[in-house]
């Protein structure tokens, strides 16, 4: 668990939980352009991935979709 700034959302105010979940699986978080706070999601890469550059790897399907279903 961590403590962190903000949660990216979107510009109505979606949690973007597929963001976090790449994030925690060390996976490529794609496409951020519409959240209405983009650079909370490198803060909150740091906190758990640490500072260093991160190898960005495609995931598992399931992780891909992970809130993007209706």
Same mark, same amino acid.
Do not use: A, F, N, Y
């Given at each position: 668990m961590r403590i962190v700034p903000d949660m990216p959302k979107t510009r109505s105010g979606k949690i973007m939980r597929r963001v976090l979940a790449s994030i925690s699986n060390r996976m490529d978080y794609g @496409?951020?352009?519409t959240l209405a706070n983009p +650079?909370?999601?490198e803060q909150i890469?740091?906190?758990?991935q640490g500072a260093g550059?991160?190898?960005?790897?495609a995931g598992? @399907?399931?992780i891909r979709r992970f809130g993007? +279903?209706?």
């Open positions: @496409d951020i352009t +650079e909370v999601v890469r740091i906190q758990v550059p991160v190898e960005k790897k598992p @399907d399931d993007q +279903e209706s």
